[in-house]
């Protein structure tokens, strides 16, 4: 089973607008892991945010960590068209060598 | 190559049909992953390698799935006699993982198996 769950599913929102979405997963991490993934395509790597760090920005992504919570946000400002795509928090157990990937949320952004 | 390399793209299977999938991971990663996307569904573990040895194999759903990476680099996945319920894309991830341990993963396309 998935470590991780996304919340919400999807979120439909006007560019411009900013999106938000959640991340809860279940066991102590190294670091968590944000990726993108286009329709029918890989997935591509947005940001990492280790254990001992609260909140991390590159670009229009800013990306926030609760360990004691056990929860992350990823909040993409500004959005764009081409912002439209799945986003997948993956999280890096302590331990262990592989990522653990939760259910996704679907954003679409409309022009 | 610059990235991770799958192929094929698209394979289609018939059902009890083996089937093998390759992955050319980014030349001098050392860990390699294999991961399973059910359609609408985030990827899930399958295997992992570090460098040729299959350190964790846990995710493989049955003694039908079976990876290798004999010299260190190329990976196969096998499927033996499919079944409707294997088909899905299939992903493969390199890391490099000198910079300490689930450093970011870099993904192939993706194999897209249907079995019919």
């Known amino acids: 089973s998935q470590q991780g769950e996304e919340d919400p599913q999807a979120l439909s929102i006007q560019e411009g607008e900013n999106a938000t979405m959640n991340c809860s997963y279940k066991t102590s991490i190294n670091n968590l892991q944000w990726y993108r993934q286009n329709s029918g395509r890989g997935l591509v790597h947005l940001i990492l945010i280790r254990s001992n760090e609260r909140e991390k920005h590159s670009g229009r992504l800013r990306v926030t960590l609760d360990t004691s919570k056990k929860s992350s946000s990823l909040l993409i400002t500004a959005s764009r068209a081409a912002d439209t795509a799945s986003y997948f928090c993956a999280t890096g157990p302590t331990g262990a060598n592989n990522l653990f990937f939760g259910t996704g949320t679907r954003l679409t952004v409309i022009p | ?116």
Not at chain 2, 16 to 34: E, K, M, N, T, Y
Not at chain 2, 42 to 54: I, M, V
Not at chain 2, 60 to 81: C, N, W, Y
Not at chain 2, 85 to 108: I, K, W
């Open chain 2, 1 to 116: 190559g610059a990235g991770v390399s799958q192929s094929p793209r698209y394979k289609v299977a018939k059902r009890g049909q083996d089937v093998a999938l390759r992955c050319d991971p980014i030349s001098g990663h050392v860990s390699l992953f294999w991961y399973q996307q059910a359609l609408g569904q985030g990827p899930e573990f399958l295997t992992y390698f570090q460098n040729e040895a299959q350190l964790d194999k846990s995710g493989l759903p049955s003694d039908r799935f079976f990876a290798e990476r004999p010299e260190g680099s190329v990976s196969t996945l096998k499927i033996q006699r499919t079944q409707q319920e294997d088909s899905a894309v299939y992903l493969c991830a390199s890391s490099n993982p000198r910079g300490g341990q689930n450093t970011e993963a870099f993904f192939g396309q993706g194999t897209r198996l249907t079995v019919v």
